[in-house]
């Protein structure tokens, strides 16, 4: 396996496994993404493999938007409750209070 130690031959290395698993590849050269391993309770693979053919994405690009839809829901559940609490206790919610917070904050 001593040819694995050349980048074009990793890159050719990880096509042909994704291909043989069916999956959509995303191959850079760059490739500067945090890696983070995790283990899925039995049966979540399968759930996470239908989602994501059903969506037309990668396993881990399916992973990546449920986590990002959860942290958006977070925010957006962490504003509407800033706007409960005003109207509670009488008053207006601010503009920057009604507002949804821009990207990445």
């Known amino acids: 396996m001593l040819a ?5 031959h990793k890159t050719k290395a990880r096509l042909e496994i994704a291909m043989l ?5 995303n191959i850079r050269e760059d490739d500067k993404d945090e890696k983070f391993v995790i283990r ?5 693979r399968g759930r996470v ?3 994501a053919k059903a969506n037309h ?3 881990n690009s399916e992973i990546i938007s449920r986590i990002e839809a ?6 957006e559940i962490a504003r509407l409750t800033a706007v409960i609490d005003v ?3 009488g008053g207006t919610p601010t503009s920057n209070v009604i507002q949804l917070p821009e990207a990445g904050q």
């Open 4 to 8: 694995l130690n050349c980048a074009a």
């Open 21 to 25: 698993n069916n999956e959509a590849v």
């Open 40 to 44: 899925l309770p039995t049966g979540m």
């Open 49 to 51: 493999r239908g989602a």
């Open 57 to 59: 994405r990668s396993m």
């Open 70 to 75: 959860t942290l958006r829901h977070e925010q």
């Open 87 to 89: 109207l509670l206790k």
